[in-house]
């Protein structure tokens, strides 16, 4: 076919076209395209949102959308949710009310210390009742509390980012990230003999530095640009954040009827975009071991990232295993496992804000790092978030890792779990509760089935005590600490009192806050919960 006949059959056929589509208004032929172009962006809107979210909760939204569009239907729930802020704060004042709001013409010097003083006097008193939150022995001002202080004080100016300054700070974190190592299999065959990682501020950041560092490392070898990860319903909210910060879709599966991961559930959600799995050890609510050796072979199956949340068991499992505890396969001895996250600062017993972020490689590692080549200011390259880190944290953390040793973290790792099991068997002698599931570490969760528990939880948060509660199924948990050894009793027989009092008298205490606990947990609009949790946040810091 030559030109002429190409030419010809084109003109052919927009004459065709142009005489059937004479029969149209030309206003109808401009509008179709582009409605049609709109309609199928709104489908496509909608699918997504649909698979993000699930069928129920999208129409849920969009009903609690449309309601709110009422006259006077958002003014009352926005009054409504003020109240319930309200009543998360304790009053109806916000805590923000008599701080300062802008500098002093005169300093107050040194009498800067004593008033400083004056204010942590109105700290709640957290000796032996607080659910982890301190998990030093004894005083503040003696011991290992006074050991690591005098570190971080003598460090307070230094540095890490300045290296060539501070070559000591720079020496610490190595050291520690090393002696860390490990504890986790660097030292086993299997692990590779690379393990490598960094300090962090704490277990938050190094699950974000663990979550970007797989998603830049499947983007660069698999070209993954739309990333998913997948992770049990008990994997820490770090990972919700992580989601949001670094635009991953984030899948939660449901945990198995023992309260670990559902390694199942999480294989039928792998697909060609899937960069990471998470499993926990233990995870935070009920301090339950995931199945890391079966979590490993998946993620080796499918090439693609796992990471170990050992938070919190990252200065215990090691030494529980030692003390003749049946602990199940958790770090770098585990083929598949790519990335670890351990706080020092938890049974490491460092000062708050120090933690580990370990890699398996440093092939992996190098996808953590951030380098600026076209900087005015020069050539600039960071391992962390942070630009500039404390180096007096670092400090800290060396000097408590150095002065426990091997055989200090063992003895303190016998007294925890011992008072953790003690704790444990204490709950299941009381009829009205049940544990959840069976807790492989110090961690001990309990529900009711006759009982509400938030109204237990009151009941103990009126004697001092200050637990954690959780959802699904509701329950409370205590984090034993060396701080509970003493009081392991005491906490009994308060449980034992609490559980008898809420059976004698159900129903909330006045400035309780089961009520919105209860309510929180069967509310539908998880949206509704959200926001709450925002304006609460945004009225207390």
């Known amino acids: 076919m030559d030109f002429d006949e190409i030419l010809a059959s084109m003109n052919q056929f927009r004459a065709s076209a142009n005489s059937f589509l004479s029969q149209y208004e030309p206003i109808a032929l401009i509008s ?41 239907v958002k003014k009352y729930i926005d009054a409504e949710k003020q109240k319930v802020v309200n009543k998360l704060q304790g009053s109806g004042k916000s805590k923000r009310e008599g701080w300062r709001t802008e500098l002093s013409m005169t300093g107050l010097g040194a009498d800067v210390i ?32 006074s050991l690591i202080n005098e570190a971080c004080s003598m460090f307070a100016h230094t ?43 704490g277990g938050t950041e190094s699950i974000l530095m663990a979550v970007k560092t797989s998603r830049d490392y499947m983007k660069i070898n698999k070209g993954i640009t739309c990333p998913e990860m997948i992770i049990p319903v008990s994997a820490h909210s770090a990972y919700d954040k992580a989601a949001q910060y670094f635009k991953i879709k984030l899948w939660r599966v449901p945990v198995g009827p023992d309260f670990r991961a559902d390694v199942k559930a999480i ?25 890391i050796e079966e979590m490993g072979e998946l993620a080796s199956t499918n090439g693609i990232c796992l990471h170990v949340d050992l938070c919190l068991g ?40 120090t933690s580990v972020v370990l890699y398996r490689n440093h092939e992996l590692r190098k996808n953590q790092f951030v380098a600026v080549t076209e900087w005015s200011g020069g050539l600039y390259v960071s391992p962390t978030i942070a630009g500039s880190r404390p180096g007096g944290l670092v400090a800290g953390a060396w000097a408590a890792m150095m002065s426990l040793g091997l055989e200090g973290y063992l003895e303190n790792t016998r007294k925890i779990m011992e008072a953790s099991k003690r704790i444990e068997k204490g709950v299941r002698q009381i009829p009205e509760l049940f544990v959840v599931g069976r807790p492989d570490m110090t961690i001990v969760a309990f529900g009711s089935n006759v009982l509400d ?89």
């Open 32 to 72: 179709i395209p582009i409605f049609t172009l709109l309609f199928a962006r709104i489908v496509h809107s909608i699918s997504r949102l649909v698979s993000d979210k699930g069928l129920k909760s999208t129409i849920l939204d969009f009903f609690m959308a449309s309601l709110k569009l009422v006259p006077g």
């Open 114 to 145: 004593n008033k400083m003083k004056d204010e942590k006097q109105k700290d709640v008193a957290w000796q032996g009742k607080c659910s982890g939150t301190v998990y030093i022995a004894g005083s503040e001002h003696e011991g290992h509390f």
């Open 159 to 201: 540095n890490p980012l300045h290296q060539d300054v501070f070559q000591s700070v720079v020496k610490f974190e190595a050291e520690v990230v090393a002696m860390t190592a490990a504890l986790l299999g660097s030292k086993e065959k299997s692990s590779g003999g690379q393990i490598c990682g960094n300090m962090t501020s």
């Open 267 to 291: 294989k039928r959600h792998i697909n060609r975009n899937t960069i990471l799995i998470v499993g926990s050890a233990p995870g935070f609510p009920h301090g339950i071991i995931d199945p």
């Open 314 to 353: 990252g200065f215990v499992l090691p030494f529980a295993r030692k003390l003749g505890y049946p602990v199940p396969p958790f770090d770098f001895s585990v083929d598949g496992v790519t990335s670890i996250s351990v706080d020092v600062h938890k049974y490491g017993l460092a000062p708050k804000g």
């Open 453 to 541: 528990i938030f109204e237990v939880n009151d009941i103990m948060s009126s004697k001092g005590w200050h637990l954690n509660a959780l959802q699904r199924p509701n329950s409370i948990h205590i984090c034993g600490t060396l701080q509970h050894v003493t009081v392991t009793e005491d906490f009994l027989k308060d449980l034992t009192d609490s559980v008898q009092t809420v059976k004698a008298n159900p129903g909330p205490i006045n400035g309780g806050l089961a009520p919105i606990y209860g309510a929180a947990g069967k509310m539908p609009d998880r949206g509704m919960v959200q926001d709450l949790l925002i304006d609460f946040m945004d009225t207390s810091c």
